[in-house]
C-alpha cells in the first residue's frame, strides 16, 4: 500500500527555518515525481515545489523561490523541504504528494504544479512571534 508521511513541521518565528521530511512506503522513491504542496486557512491548497524523478529537474512556485530546497534520498525513500527565511504568509498545513511525474499549467505568465495522484495527511508549519 502506497503511503506518504510527511513530518517536521511546528512553530517558528519569522526569518526561521525548517526542513520538512516525507517518509514514502510501498513504491520505490526514484521511480516517482515527489511535490510538496500546502494550505493556509481559507485559502486554495497551492503546488509549492516539485522534484522530478527522472531527471532531477525541480520546480517552485514563485513566492518560495530562493527560500526552499527540495530534495530527495532515494536510498532513504524520503523527500525533503528545506524552508528558510520563513514568512508569516508561508503559514500553512504541508502536504507531500507523488505522481509519475511533476505535471503543471500555465495561467498567463504563471506555471502551477497540478495536483497528484497520492497524498499524505500533512503537517502544520505556523510562521509568527
Known amino acids: 500500500q502506497l503511503q506518504l508521511v510527511e513530518s517536521g513541521g511546528g512553530l517558528v518565528q519569522p526569518g526561521g527555518s525548517l526542513r520538512l521530511s516525507c517518509a514514502v512506503s510501498?513504491?520505490?522513491?526514484?521511480?516517482?515525481?515527489i511535490g510538496w504542496f500546502r494550505q493556509a486557512p481559507g485559502k486554495e491548497r497551492e503546488g509549492v515545489s516539485c522534484?522530478?524523478?527522472?531527471?532531477?529537474?525541480?520546480y517552485y512556485v514563485d513566492s518560495v523561490k530562493g527560500r526552499f530546497t527540495i530534495s530527495r534520498d532515494n536510498a532513504k525513500n524520503t523527500v525533503y523541504l528545506q524552508m528558510n527565511s520563513l514568512k508569516p504568509e508561508d503559514t500553512a498545513v504541508y502536504y507531500c504528494?507523488?505522481?509519475?511525474?511533476?505535471?503543471?499549467?500555465?495561467?498567463?505568465?504563471?506555471?502551477?504544479?497540478?495536483?497528484?495522484?497520492?497524498w499524505g495527511k500533512g503537517t502544520l508549519v505556523t510562521v509568527s512571534t
Open positions: 504528494a507523488a505522481d509519475a511525474l511533476c505535471k503543471f499549467y500555465s495561467d498567463y505568465d504563471t506555471i502551477f504544479l497540478h495536483n497528484m495522484k497520492y
Open positions: 510501498g513504491f520505490t522513491l526514484e521511480h516517482y515525481a
Open positions: 522534484s522530478s524523478s527522472s531527471n532531477n529537474s525541480t
